[in-house]
């Protein structure tokens, strides 16, 4: 069983910043690559930024020089530092990580964190 537990979302004024956390529990054999997603009312889930397990990044466009990311293997644990953040920034960000535990590899979701920016 694994599970990704975030933290870090909030409310928060245009210009400000948030620094999101997840951390994967569970029996873990190995963790490929991590992100974070987010998904606003009435739009899809889109992709924010992606680290591989060699630390390659990726970003959305929209938040190319203002996110950056982030992964602590030791405590099983990948970090979204957001700053500058405007109000399409809202939504709820999502972890996901490709894990290997000792029965499968398989893509995991955390629970969501709701991020709130106010004009």
């Known amino acids: 069983q694994v599970q990704l537990v975030e933290s870090g979302g909030g409310l928060v004024q245009a210009g400000g910043s948030l620094r999101l956390s997840c951390a994967a529990s569970?029996?873990?054999?190995?963790?490929?690559?991590m992100g974070w997603y987010r998904q606003a009312p009435g739009k899809q889930r889109e992709l924010v930024s992606t680290?591989?397990?060699?630390?390659?990044?990726n970003f959305a466009d929209s938040v190319k020089g203002r996110f950056s990311i982030s992964r602590d293997n030791a405590k099983n644990t990948v970090y979204l530092q957001m700053n500058n953040l405007k109000p399409e920034d809202t939504a709820v960000y999502y972890c996901?990580?490709?894990?290997?535990?000792?029965?499968?590899?398989?893509?995991?979701w955390g629970q969501g964190t709701q991020v709130t920016v106010s004009s």
């Open positions: 996901n990580a490709d894990i290997t535990t000792v029965v499968l590899r398989h893509n995991y």
């Open positions: 569970g029996s873990i054999r190995s963790i490929n690559g």
């Open positions: 680290i591989t397990s060699d630390s390659r990044l």
